[in-house]
């Protein structure tokens, strides 16, 4: 089955640590995305990667890091320069940058107090 | 600056009854208009219209793009309990790939 896994589901975590969430897809997608939903704001763009090694801002890339090192792995890190990180993040992948339809892994919903 | 906009935000209504979504967008460079519906997760795509391909349909679900007004309708016909969920709108425009998404329409269907 191809597809695209995010996790953990739910993760919490201290203020002021840094944390990773996962991003694999097994769907041979050159581009991959890093969504952030907050209720009543809709899904902002962290960052993307168009090629493996590759990867740009989105636009509200501070206090977020990515790496690209793998087609398959995209995995995000909210630094503790985040100002407001709890928040639904969202994984996606599609067949190339452009006019392709982006699909979604099940989300993880991270927890900061 | 580039945005996109969906109508209405919320809409409740009975099983059995049809209803139109909208999505306006003002975006430099169009490339596509993109329907998902996300009900407690990972939204799921529907449809994408551009250009060569203005209609779509599959099953009680059709879309239409009309480049001269800058929208889109999303029409669900003969509404299920299973429709309830936040039906999104994004468009790809620019030179930059990137999707700009509407903040959705919340459907509750009722029984």
């Known amino acids: 089955d191809g597809g695209i896994t995010q996790s953990p589901k739910y993760l919490f975590r201290k203020e002021g640590q840094n944390v990773t969430l996962s991003c694999e897809q097994n769907?041979?997608?050159?581009?991959m995305y890093w969504y952030r939903q907050d209720p009543g704001q809709g899904l902002r763009l962290i960052y993307y990667?168009?090629?493996?090694?590759?990867?740009q801002k989105g636009d509200i890339a501070e206090g977020y890091s990515v790496s690209r090192e793998k087609k398959e792995s995209f995995p995000l890190t909210v630094t503790s320069a985040q100002k407001n990180p709890t928040a639904f993040y969202l994984c996606?992948?599609?067949?190339?940058?452009?006019?392709?339809?982006?699909?979604f892994g099940p989300g993880t919903r991270l927890t900061v107090t | 600056e580039d945005k996109v906009v969906q109508s209405p935000l919320s809409l409740v209504v009975h099983e059995g009854d049809t209803v139109t979504l909208n999505c306006s967008y003002e975006?430099?460079?169009?490339?596509?208009l993109l329907w998902y519906k996300q009900e407690k997760k990972a939204p799921t795509f529907l449809f994408m219209l551009?250009?060569s391909g203005i209609e779509k349909k599959s099953g009680r679900l059709s879309s239409i793009l009309d480049k001269k007004e800058l929208s889109s309708i999303l029409n669900i016909t003969a509404t299920q309990t299973g429709d309830s969920a936040i039906y999104l709108c994004?468009?790809?425009?620019?030179?930059?790939?990137?999707?700009?998404w509407g903040l959705g329409t919340s459907l509750a269907v009722n029984p």
């Open positions: 996606a992948s599609s067949i190339s940058a452009g006019t392709y339809e982006q699909y």
């Open positions: 551009t250009s």
């Open positions: 994004a468009v790809n425009a620019g030179n930059n790939r990137k999707l700009i």
């Open positions: 990667s168009q090629i493996v090694n590759d990867f």
């Open positions: 975006v430099t460079n169009f490339r596509s």
């Open positions: 769907l041979n997608h050159d581009a």
